[in-house]
């Protein structure tokens, strides 16, 4: 099937014609989970199939095709594999590799098959990754933990998924922040594999053999763990700790006032790239290539921060919302349409 380069050819001839012209198309778009321990990537998902069944205003009929389990990398890439069968237009997914998935996306290429990954960056030239920088994602909320700090203290670290690419981005982030402030030492860094309940146990851990601490840098999804621990020790008002994007742990952080502050990976990131995908679907280019990050084809979405100086504009988004949902963003289909010529 060689669906991608035929509609680029079509597209092509479209925008000579009309550079506003919009056409009924019907597109098929696999969306690939390899992991659900959390109620973000319900939410993920969720908000991408959200975001195709809007298209059907600009005269879209846009299918999504929903894979969603807890696989290891092989399983993931049979994820792959079903999708080029099925004969799908493209292919998003949030990968639990950067680099095992090359010689399945070349395959998909083959098959015209646009390929984009989310959440986390892939090596491979044959797809293209849109989300945030997981690096400074990781560097941002170590800044602001440092601010909070004076620069100065002991601060302990607690990560999720030993090994996924985007931890491993994050840690490296926030690493290369402490770096350069000398008077913060880090005392110890434990996984906690994006799990509330690890999250915790692993702060009553290192609360009780580090006593003295004074900062906590915790990614969310574990971050209200953490906090509870904090909380039961009693050292709510000694420790500062980076926070949760969920609106339960909104909720506490307004009603308790915490030292906290949170950098949101929005779950929005997969309807994003589905957004672009259907332009890209259409044979539209992009203004400016995605050739940034580590791989050399990544295009970055802004990072939002929550502070304590907009914790009431986050928390008025997720007002009525069940306590698992994510205080979220998303390239709508205009913006996306923006990024192209």
Do not use: C
């Not at 509609?7 to 778009?29: E, R």
């Not at 659900?36 to 069944?53: F, K, N």
């Not at 996984?191 to 509330?196: G, H, V």
């Amino acid at each position: 099937m060689k669906k991608f380069a035929l509609l680029a050819l079509a597209g092509v001839a479209s925008a000579a014609i009309s550079t506003s012209a919009v056409f009924a198309a019907d597109f098929k778009i696999g969306l690939s989970n390899g992991w659900v321990g959390s109620e973000w990537r319900t939410q993920m998902i969720d908000e991408a199939q959200a975001a195709a069944a809007a298209w059907s205003d600009r005269g879209h009929n846009v299918q999504v095709v929903v894979q969603s389990a807890n696989v290891d990398v092989p399983g993931q890439i049979a994820h792959v594999r079903n999708f080029i069968s099925e004969g799908v237009d493209a292919i998003i997914i949030n990968p639990n590799s950067p680099t095992a998935f090359d010689p399945v996306f070349a395959q998909a290429k083959e098959a015209g098959i646009l390929v984009i990954s989310t959440d986390a960056e892939v090596s491979s030239p044959d797809a293209i990754y849109i989300g945030i920088d997981q690096t400074a994602w990781g560097a941002a909320g170590a800044e602001w933990l440092a601010e909070a700090l004076g620069g100065e203290g002991k601060v302990v670290a607690i990560n999720g998924v030993a090994g996924h690419p985007a931890n491993e981005m994050r840690v490296a982030g926030y690493r290369s922040v402490f770096e350069q402030h000398p008077g913060i030492e880090v005392v110890n860094e434990v996984n906690a594999n994006w799990d509330q309940a690890q999250g915790q146990q692993a702060m009553q851990n290192i609360l009780a053999t580090n006593p003295d601490i004074n900062g906590v840098w915790v990614q969310d999804g574990m971050a209200a763990g953490a906090w509870r621990s904090i909380m039961d020790a009693g050292k709510a008002d000694q420790i500062a700790a980076t926070g949760e994007i969920r609106k339960d742990f909104i909720d506490l952080w307004t009603s308790e006032n915490l030292n906290s502050g949170a950098t949101v990976n929005p779950p929005g990131v997969m309807a994003s790239a589905l957004n672009v995908a259907v332009f890209m679907l259409e044979g539209r280019e992009l203004k400016e290539p995605a050739t940034a990050g580590q791989y050399g084809n990544a295009m970055y979405l802004p990072i939002p921060f929550i502070s304590s100086e907009n914790l009431a504009e986050a928390a008025a988004q997720v007002e009525g919302q069940p306590g698992h949902y994510s205080y979220t963003s998303v390239l709508s289909i205009d913006d996306a349409e923006a990024l192209f010529e």
